[in-house]
């Protein structure tokens, strides 16, 4: 029991989701969206590089809790309170923006609800994990029926990566023959 308070209280405790790994080509832009529960969108947004114990002390962009783009050195960020989702952009990716970083929502001072994200920096195509020697590509939920393999939906040739607010991976009764 004391685990699973401990694991809440640092994680966020759920309330702030998003994908858990995107890969975005150097140079190209990439825009991550995390989705939130009920009743948080008027609450400040923010992304940030985590440092000790995932807190984070400073925000690399955030929003006032309106749904005004913000957009400070190269990275954006946009709340949609009907969607409940806000969706931060980082543009010409490059090597040194690789790393775990942080979208959240502030509540208190010394309270922020959070997921953590990996920001991975390919010199090759933009995409998602791999499984089984296959590229895995998400489906926002506005897709309809299975997943396909190939390009990303939403993509630039491939260079710009969105997740979705709710992603949908392909699943074993979606596989033909």
Not at 40 to 46: F, T
Not at 53 to 82: A, K, P
Request: proline share 4%; charged share 15%; with cysteine.
């Amino acid at each position: 029991m004391r685990i699973f308070l401990v694991w809440t209280l640092f994680s966020g405790g759920w309330a702030v989701t998003g994908p858990r790994h995107v890969m975005a080509k150097q140079g190209s832009s990439l825009a991550v969206s995390c989705s939130y529960k009920p009743g948080y969108e008027l609450y400040s947004k923010y992304w940030c590089r985590p440092r000790f114990l995932w807190f984070c002390f400073t925000y690399i962009v955030h929003t006032n809790g309106s749904e005004v783009t913000v957009t400070q050195d190269g990275v954006s960020i946009r709340d949609n309170h009907m969607a409940r989702s806000f969706t931060v952009t980082l543009s010409g990716v490059t090597p040194s923006d690789a790393g775990w970083y942080s979208c959240g929502l502030s509540k208190t001072l010394w309270f922020n609800l959070w997921h953590n994200i990996e920001v991975m920096v390919s010199a090759g195509k933009a995409g998602l994990g791999a499984k089984q020697g296959r590229v895995m590509e998400p489906v926002t939920a506005l897709g309809t029926g299975c997943p396909q393999l190939g390009e990303h939906r939403g993509s630039q040739s491939g260079s710009k990566l969105l997740a979705g607010t709710e992603t949908r991976w392909r699943l074993p009764w979606c596989e033909s023959g």
